[in-house]
Every structure is written in C-alpha cells, then in structure tokens.
C-alpha cells in the first residue's frame, strides 16, 4: 500500500510570494492533515479536512489556508511568504470517520520550503 | 507550560544499551498515546499505539503510558546504530474531544557502535 505523498518535497520562495503544496494521502483514508514543523516550535497543527470540508483549524493566521478534492488528495496554500514561513509542512493522512473514533494519522516526508 | 513536555536530548547511548524516552503532559482528558520516529529528512513514522494505561509491547520497543503520573514512556531494548533519530510523542483526547494529536517537541536518540 502506497503511503502519503507530499510533492514537491523541496522548495525555495521570496518574501510576498504565494505558493501551493500537494499532498496525496494513503488509499481509503479520509482525514488529511496538516502540520508545520521547526526546531523551535515542533510539530503544530495547521488544519484538518474530511470529506472536502475544513473540519478542524490550528491557530495560524489566514494566510494558510487549504482544500481537499472529492479523491481525498490536499493541497494547502500559504500567501504572502514571510521569513518565519520556512518549515517543513507535514501532510498526515487516518481513517478516521466520525468523532466518536479516534485513529493514528500516518505522515509523508513532508515539503521542505525555504523562504529567502 | 506546553502540554506535552519532552526532554530534546540529544540522549547518546551504546549500541545494545537499553534506551528510556519520555513525556509528561498536563491534560487530563489525553486517552490515546503515540510514539513517532522520525530520521532526518524523513517524515515521522507511527511505531506505537495506545489506549489508556498499561503496557504495549512490539518487538524491541515497549510503551509504557502512566495516566495517574501523566507520564508516557517509550523502552528500546538492544539499541541499534539504526535506531538513530527523533522521537517524537503524541496524544489525543478521542471520544467525545478532540483527535487531532498534540505532539511533544521530540527527543534526539544517537546509538554509537
């Protein structure tokens, strides 16, 4: 079984650019995640979609924003990159369904972006 | 206080040793208890899974979760140079709050020949 694909996996942006990360999560999972991960702050959750809906949302400021398409494959969005931006974006995808079950997310090896 | 605390190491030790990782946190309601590993320029990988208090055992790793303590641990027996990397532990709610795991910042494990 194929894992979760994140592309592209390196990236190097300026100041007040935008762009755009995919990720395509394990077959049959639902549940895409999103995280932002540094040495400072560790791993921090972005959002969740399920179902191309935004079902849960991290504290991180508009300027990230994402969709899901009816396949379950993500992309997320980030606007106007400031410094600060340079991370590695983790896309993590579970089976989870509804709330009453709670289900391990299992990571791809994530977008390395670097702002200059 | 964050609430998943752990301590980022680096934790070198010698091949065969026995290795003990850890995290305290601070909310009660975590039920579910993870442990990543994580190698450089990968993404983490899930190695163990659990619910509740007690023990879970996988080969050579072992989760050890303390509800009363608020205290989880991850045991390595026979280290291996390979085992060389991040660990990183994570917690949800689940039923009834949220599952979106809080992570901890990671633990550095160097295992030297």
């Known amino acids: 079984k194929a894992g979760v694909t994140q592309t592209p996996r390196y990236l190097i942006k300026t100041r007040g650019q935008q762009v755009t990360l995919s990720c395509s999560p394990i077959s049959g999972h639902r549940s895409v995640s999103w995280y932002q991960q540094t040495p400072g702050q560790g791993l921090q959750f972005l959002f969740e979609?399920?179902?191309?809906?935004?079902?849960n949302k991290g504290n991180f400021p508009g300027r990230f924003s994402g969709r899901q398409f009816s396949n379950s494959r993500s992309e997320m969005n980030v606007s106007t990159l400031e410094l600060g931006d340079s991370a590695l974006y983790l896309c993590?995808?579970?089976?989870?369904?509804?709330?009453?079950?709670?289900?391990?997310?299992?990571f791809g090896d994530g977008t390395r972006l670097s702002i200059l | 206080q964050k609430e998943v605390e752990q301590d980022p190491g680096p934790l070198s030790v010698p091949e065969g040793a026995i290795v003990s990782l850890n995290c305290t946190y601070s909310n009660s309601a975590f039920q579910y208890f993870m442990w990543y590993r994580q190698y450089s320029r990968k993404g983490p990988e899930l190695l163990m899974y659990t619910y509740s208090s007690g023990n879970k055992e996988d080969g050579r790793f072992t989760a050890q979760v303390d509800k009363s303590s608020k205290y989880i641990s991850l045991f390595i027996r026979d280290s291996q140079p390979s085992d060389s990397a991040t660990y990183l532990c994570?917690?949800?709610?689940?039923?009834?709050?949220?599952?979106?795991?809080?992570f901890g910042r990671g633990t550095s494990l160097i295992v030297h020949p």
């Open positions: 979609y399920f179902s191309e809906t935004q079902r």
């Open positions: 993590a995808s579970s089976p989870q369904q509804g709330e009453s079950s709670n289900q391990p997310q299992h």
């Open positions: 994570a917690m949800s709610e689940g039923r009834g709050g949220s599952y979106i795991p809080t």
